[in-house]
């Protein structure tokens, strides 16, 4: 991946994440941090982490966010919007940045992924997926633990929210 696509991808990543911050609607800041957890999959898949990639599309961008939305949804009451839209301009503004980012994705597609470091060691001898297995229950066994607490934390945040608003 090139210097621009990079930096396009990272700003998206970096711009969704502070949307995700910023946003008080919940159901606005779950749809950034679907966008956010795409746009990093398409940077793990720049330094040809296909497994990688592709486990976080489909586990964080689909099944823990629509997890997710479901709990907002059903959880926390959202009310009726009536009159103009306040974001149309916005909205105008994000048609053409989706087609540029889906551009790029079909661009980076059809040239495939960087090519492999060079070979060395005992990781030659291995496959990509057991070298990730090893890598990431050995060095990285606190971080990935560490980000299902933390999806169980929200989960139970969601629920004691929603409860306390019932009551």
């Known amino acids: 991946m090139g210097l621009v696509p990079f930096y396009l991808v990272a700003a998206i ?12 609607n919940p159901i606005h800041g779950a749809l950034f941090l679907v966008v956010n957890l795409a746009s990093i999959a398409v ?6 982490a296909e497994f990688l990639a592709w486990a976080q599309v489909i586990v ?11 709990a907002i949804m059903v959880l926390i009451p959202g009310k009726e919007e009536t009159g103009p839209d306040p974001r149309r301009r916005t909205r105008l503004v994000a048609m053409p940045l989706g087609a540029a980012l889906f551009l790029l994705l079909l661009g980076f597609l059809i040239t495939g992924p960087a090519p492999p ?5 005992t990781a030659a001898t291995t496959t990509g997926l057991e070298r990730l ?3 990431l ?6 971080p990935f633990e560490m980000t299902s607490i933390l999806l169980l934390a929200a ?3 969601v629920l004691l929210l929603a409860r306390r608003g019932t009551t």
Request: glycine share 16%; charged share 5%.
């Open 133 to 135: 297995a090893t890598i």
């Open 155 to 157: 989960m139970v945040g």
């Open 137 to 142: 229950f050995t060095d990285y066994l606190l």
């Open 60 to 70: 964080y961008a689909g099944a823990i966010m629509v997890l997710f939305v479901f």
């Open 43 to 48: 940077l793990y898949q720049s330094l040809g």
């Open 117 to 121: 470091a060079p070979a060395g060691g």
């Open 13 to 24: 990543a970096v711009g969704t994440a502070l949307g995700l911050v910023i946003k008080k």
